[in-house]
Nanobody, 127 residues
Framework: QVQLVESGGGLVQPGGSLRLSCAAS????????IGWFRQAPGKEREGISC????????YYADSVKGRFTISRDNAKNTAYLQMNSLKPEDTAVYYC????????????????????WGKGTLVTVSS
C-alpha cells in the first residue's frame, strides 16, 4: 500500500520559516517525480513546486519562487519543501504527490497526472 505522509505544518508568523516533509512508503521512491501543491480556503489547488527523480531539476511557481526550496533524499524516501519568508497568502493545506507518468517541466506537474497523494498538512501564516 502506497502512502505519502506530509508533516511539518503549523502556525508561523509572517516572515518565518517552515520545512515540510513528505515521507513515502510502498513505492520505489526514486522512480517518481514529486510535486508540492497547496489549496487555500475558497481557492483552487495550485501546483507550486516539483522535482525530478534524481533531484537535478526543479520547478517553482512565481508565487513561491525565491522563497521556497524543494529537495529530496532518495535514501530516506522523503521529499522536502523549505519555506522561507512566509506570507499570510501562503496559508493553505499543502500536499505532496507522486507520478511516474509526467515530467517536472518548466510548467510544473499537472495535478491530474499525479498518481499518489498525501492527505495534506496545514500551514497558517498569521501574526
Amino acid at each position: 500500500q502506497v502512502q505519502l505522509v506530509e508533516s511539518g505544518g503549523g502556525l508561523v508568523q509572517p516572515g518565518g520559516s517552515l520545512r515540510l516533509s513528505c515521507a513515502a512508503s510502498g513505492l520505489t521512491f526514486d522512480y517518481y517525480r514529486i510535486g508540492w501543491f497547496r489549496q487555500a480556503p475558497g481557492k483552487e489547488r495550485e501546483g507550486i513546486s516539483c522535482i525530478t527523480t534524481g533531484g537535478t531539476r526543479t520547478y517553482y511557481a512565481d508565487s513561491v519562487k525565491g522563497r521556497f526550496t524543494i529537495s529530496r533524499d532518495n535514501a530516506k524516501n522523503t521529499a522536502y519543501l523549505q519555506m522561507n519568508s512566509l506570507k499570510p497568502e501562503d496559508t493553505a493545506v499543502y500536499y505532496c504527490a507522486a507520478t511516474r507518468d509526467y515530467y517536472c517541466s518548466d510548467r510544473g506537474l499537472p495535478d491530474y497526472g499525479m498518481k499518489f497523494w498525501g492527505k495534506g498538512t496545514l500551514v497558517t501564516v498569521s501574526s
